[in-house]
């Protein structure tokens, strides 16, 4: 699967961004899709995980009821709605895809082995 993520931009904290996940090919069902995020100077950080029926979600703590992450299977999509945006929110967001990821694997960088390029959100203060 190929993924291209797109919908960074700049806004004021406080304000929102909806993010997308393209897919190409017949599968993308198949695949547990995640969002991650990697500041200046930081590593890569795990944002938001959704399983490939998309009944379950997961949230790393710094964004629980702040992000939404979806996916919608049939026009193969996925995307990350952003609220109430902080300036440490600051980020190249990926999208990322694999299709072994158990509970335990799903924060985990390594445990993915498709991503999309990356897009920028920058959050003013």
């Known amino acids: 699967v190929q993924l291209q993520a797109s919908g960074g931009g700049l806004v004021q904290a406080g304000g929102s961004l909806r993010l997308s996940c393209a897919a190409s090919g017949r599968t993308f069902s198949r695949y547990a899709i995640a969002w991650f995020r990697q500041a200046p100077g930081k590593e890569r950080e795990f944002v938001a995980a959704?399983?490939?029926?998309?009944?379950?979600?997961y949230y790393a703590d710094s964004v629980k009821g702040r992000f939404t992450i979806s996916r919608d299977n049939a026009n193969n999509m996925a995307y990350l709605q952003m609220n109430s945006l902080k300036p440490e929110d600051t980020a190249v967001y990926y999208c990322?895809?694999?299709?072994?990821?158990?509970?335990?694997?799903?924060?985990?960088?390594?445990?993915?082995?498709?991503w999309g390029q990356g897009t920028l959100v920058t959050v003013s203060s």
């Open positions: 959704i399983r490939r029926s998309g009944g379950n979600t």
């Open positions: 990322a895809a694999d299709r072994t990821i158990i509970a335990t694997t799903l924060g985990d960088p390594h445990a993915y082995n498709y």
